[in-house]
């Protein structure tokens, strides 16, 4: 189709499940662009090679996988980090979540999901193992509702409608397929509006977006 391949680094301290993944993904053409077995190894590589997508396990030597997407995301925030973790445990989700991974998910996943999850996180989609999504909105919801939060300056008047719409469906919880399908316009579309209403804002991803959105009241009817 003429586009690069999405750069992916898989950082993993068991070398047979971080080759096995790396070795998925590169069959299903993204461009494994690095490897790294520890967190002061993936701190130091991913800022040489730059991956698109980070897939990063939580529970790595020298360096715990929260400090290191903290670390490279504070960098880049352009960088998309996947959490692939053994872990489903609320508290583990929602520090990887805050430290600046665009998504969850857990290693009893498929293969196809994790092919799928990746794909998805290249183009800024927040993507959790289900059951997790509505935790994590749930939690934001909280924070938003809390008190000492201060008061945001306008919903988004530099908006347009459609970007306004997109968003709403975006902070419940909506994939971009699922918004394409209830606003009848396409995917490319959708992803188009997220990107222009994250510039606009001044955002970095998805989660970000969501954020803004519950804090304004836009998730609301």
Request: aromatic share 4%; net charge negative.
């Amino acid at each position: 189709m003429g586009e690069s391949p999405v750069k992916v680094m898989v950082v993993d301290d068991h070398p047979m499940w971080r080759d096995a993944v790396a070795r998925d993904l590169a069959g299903a053409g993204f461009e494994v662009v690095a490897t790294a077995g520890d967190g002061e190894q993936a701190v130091r590589r991913a800022r040489a090679v730059r991956p698109d997508v980070l897939v990063l396990d939580l529970n790595l030597p020298l360096k715990p996988g929260v400090a290191v997407c903290r670390e490279l995301v504070g960098a880049d925030p352009s960088l998309r980090v996947l959490v692939l973790s053994a872990s489903g445990e609320h508290a583990d989700v929602l520090e990887a979540v805050k430290s600046g991974a665009t998504g969850y998910l857990v290693k009893s996943a498929s293969t196809e999901e994790l092919l799928d999850a990746v794909r998805r996180t290249a183009v800024g989609e927040a993507v959790f193992t289900p059951g997790l999504a509505g935790l994590v909105l749930g939690e934001y919801r909280r924070l938003a509702s809390g008190p000492a939060q201060p008061a945001p300056a306008a919903p988004a008047p530099r908006l347009t409608e459609r970007e306004t719409e997109v968003l709403r469906l975006v902070a419940k919880g909506l994939s971009y397929k699922q918004i394409a399908e209830r606003l009848v316009i396409s995917h490319r579309t959708v992803q188009n509006h997220v990107q222009n209403t994250l510039g606009k804002l001044q955002l970095h991803n998805r989660v970000e977006l969501v954020r803004y959105a519950i804090e304004t009241g836009l998730d609301e009817d």
